[in-house]
T-cell receptor, first 111, second 110 residues
Framework: GENVEQHPSTLSVQEGDSAVIKCTYSDSASNYFPWYKQELGKGPQLIIDIRSNVGEKKDQRIAVTLNKTAKHFSLHITETQPEDSAVYFCAPRGSARQLTFGSGTQLTVLP | NAGVTQTPKFRVLKTGQSMTLLCAQDMNHEYMYWYRQDPGMGLRLIHYSVGEGTTAKGEVPDGYNVSRLKKQNFLLGLESAAPSQTSVYFC?????????FGQGTRLTVV
């Protein structure tokens, strides 16, 4: 299956600053690259995704960038707000039937 | 549209007891998954299914069994619960892109 590494495991930023989380994967056949947000007491929910024919996608304050050559993609959050505090997971999809998640990043936005 | 529904939401079991967690989805998805999430840890895949009547082992399958008799339902069974199975269990469904998660089942084994 897919070997997925996510860094950092914890990230604290001041409100208004930017946050970047990186996900590295092993399957060169991966073609779908999503990021999920998990709020306390809830299941993860998709916040943004990108497919292999696109290098970058933006949705208001969040963006995802993809580097297929280096096999990594990143989540960028600008102008962070307290409601951005959550755990974020990547879950690249390729040829494997299993759905493997990164180990998660606990983002804390400090007021 | 209900999406993915898990029952029960909370359960306390005694060591050695058995129970079944139910996951139901109304999106006609072929793929369904069961994960466990322990404090400070990520989502570990227990078992998954790629269609009605199929099941496969994930990363941490020991102590669990599953069944997918109907396309919309994916059942997770604990035959003889152990304290190490205390966790939050999440079910998810999807095709080849977005996965949709249930709200989770918090299970405590005492």
């Amino acid at each position: 299956g897919e070997n997925v590494e996510q860094h950092p495991s914890t990230l604290s930023v001041q409100e208004g600053d930017s946050a970047v989380i990186k996900c590295t994967y092993s399957d060169s056949a991966s073609n779908y690259f999503p990021w999920y947000k998990q709020e306390l007491g809830k299941g993860p929910q998709l916040i943004i995704d990108i497919r292999s024919n696109v290098g970058e996608k933006k949705d208001q304050r969040i963006a995802v960038t993809l580097n297929k050559t280096a096999k990594h993609f990143s989540l960028h959050i600008t102008e962070t707000q307290p409601e951005d505090s959550a755990v974020y997971f990547c879950a690249p999809r390729g040829s494997a039937r299993q759905l493997t998640f990164g180990s998660g990043t606990q983002l804390t936005v400090l007021p | 549209n209900a999406g993915v529904t898990q029952t029960p939401k909370f359960r306390v079991l005694k060591t050695g007891q058995s129970m079944t967690l139910l996951c139901a989805q109304d999106m006609n998805h072929e793929y369904m998954y069961w994960y466990r999430q322990d404090p400070g840890m990520g989502l570990r895949l227990i078992h998954y299914s790629v269609g009605e009547g199929t099941t496969a082992k994930g990363e941490v399958p020991d102590g669990y069994n599953v069944s997918r008799l109907k396309k919309q339902n994916f059942l997770l069974g604990l035959e003889s619960a152990a304290p190490s199975q205390t966790s939050v269990y999440f079910c998810a469904s999807g095709q080849f892109s977005e996965a949709f998660f249930g709200q989770g089942t918090r299970l405590t084994v005492v």
